[in-house]
């Protein structure tokens, strides 16, 4: 059972740098996909970037083109998504979401998700 654990979550001041990590388990994870999204208080989850364990050009959604870089560590199996600057508007929950085969900006591709780690930026 493949098992995704965010972290690094917090209250950051804006300016601020922050890196996310997903440690992922339960697996051999050479074929799949690591996505990173958000979700903000009342709206759906929405997609904010993803890479191939396999490697490959990440893809980003066009928000987090500028300031988001996500990564893999493939020998700890952990994924990261870093953001610099922060800024309020990043305030979100933040997920990473897994899926054997080819990556996707819909979550409803993803069948394996952490249970999110809260990001609050202030002013």
């Known amino acids: 059972q493949v098992l995704l654990v965010e972290s690094g979550g917090g209250l950051v001041q804006a300016g601020d740098s922050l890196r996310l990590s997903c440690e992922a388990s339960g697996d051999t994870f050479n074929s799949y996909a690591m996505a990173w999204f958000r979700q903000f208080p009342g709206k759906e989850r929405e997609f904010v970037a993803v890479?191939?364990?396999?490697?490959?050009?990440?893809r980003y959604a066009d928000s987090a083109k500028d300031r988001f870089t996500i990564s893999l560590d493939n020998v700890a199996n952990i994924g990261y998504l870093t953001i610099i600057p922060m800024k309020p508007e990043d305030t979100a929950v933040y997920f990473c979401a897994a899926a054997f085969g080819r990556s996707s900006f819909d979550p409803a591709a993803y069948p394996y998700w952490g249970r999110g780690t809260q990001v609050a930026v202030s002013s």
């Open positions: 890479t191939k364990w396999a490697g490959g050009t990440p």
